[in-house]
């Protein structure tokens, strides 16, 4: 099963302040994901990212959000100017080779 | 909305029972995975079903899937201690994009 690593576990922010998230599969993948899943909830989708290029993004997944993978490893999730709202646990995931999606152990982001 | 929905939303029994999820879907899909959350932690894929399969078995967990019905169900024979977590099932069209229903909180009790 492909690792996937996420940094930080946990991040205390600001509201008004921006904050990102890492990302960094262990194997190359082409096909990547964010989640998020607010306490409670369900798990919901952000936003998926294919060679290097966003391919869909929900509702959720508004100015505020960008996706990026900057050195060819690392993918990132940057919240410009976080929320409130935007308090929850955010999830990478790789698309495996029969078409599962691999998780990492996800970012709990606490906005005060 | 694609979206899963799990039944029931939470399950209790003994250590050794079975236990036995459902999840019900909207649209066609591509193919059905089940994964496990342990509290406050990230998804573990669990197993995955193809559309044109109907059962599909891995270690003491066993899938099966009724697209007529657009429902899947998953069966955890012989239940631990250590399989209380909450259960998801999640579908994915061509979009390969995947719809998380809201889970089912398994606890077994020792």
């Known amino acids: 099963e492909p690792e996937v690593t996420q940094t930080p576990s946990h991040q205390v922010t600001q509201m008004g302040q921006e904050v990102i998230l890492r990302c960094v599969p262990i194997?190359?993948?082409?096909?990547f994901y964010w989640y998020r899943q607010i306490l409670g909830q369900k798990v919901e989708f952000l936003v998926s990212?294919?060679?290097?290029?966003?391919?869909?993004k929900s509702e959720i997944f508004d100015d505020q959000f960008s996706v990026e993978r900057p050195d060819g490893s690392n993918f990132t999730l940057k919240i410009r100017s976080t929320k409130l709202e935007d308090s929850a646990m955010y999830f990478c995931?790789?698309?495996?080779?029969?078409?599962?999606?691999?998780f990492g152990q996800g970012t709990r982001l606490t906005v005060v | 909305s694609q979206q899963g929905e799990e039944d029931p939303q939470a399950l209790s029994i003994q250590e050794g029972e079975n236990a036995t999820m459902n999840c019900s879907y909207k649209?066609?899909?591509?193919?059905l995975q089940w994964y496990r959350q342990n509290s406050g932690r990230g998804l573990v894929h669990l197993i995955l079903?193809?559309?044109?399969?109907r059962e599909k078995h891995s270690g003491r967990l066993r899938v099966t899937l009724d697209t007529s019905k657009k429902s899947s169900s998953l069966l955890i024979t012989a239940s631990r201690a250590a399989d209380t977590a909450s259960y998801f099932c999640?579908?994915?069209?061509?979009?390969?994009?995947?719809?998380f229903g809201t889970g089912t909180s398994l606890t077994v009790i020792p």
């Open positions: 079903i193809r559309s044109n399969e």
């Open positions: 990212f294919y060679n290097n290029e966003i391919s869909e």
């Open positions: 999640a579908t994915d069209d061509t979009g390969n994009q995947f719809y």
């Open positions: 194997s190359n993948h082409l096909y």
């Open positions: 649209t066609s899909i591509n193919n």
């Open positions: 995931a790789i698309l495996g080779s029969i078409g599962e999606a691999f």
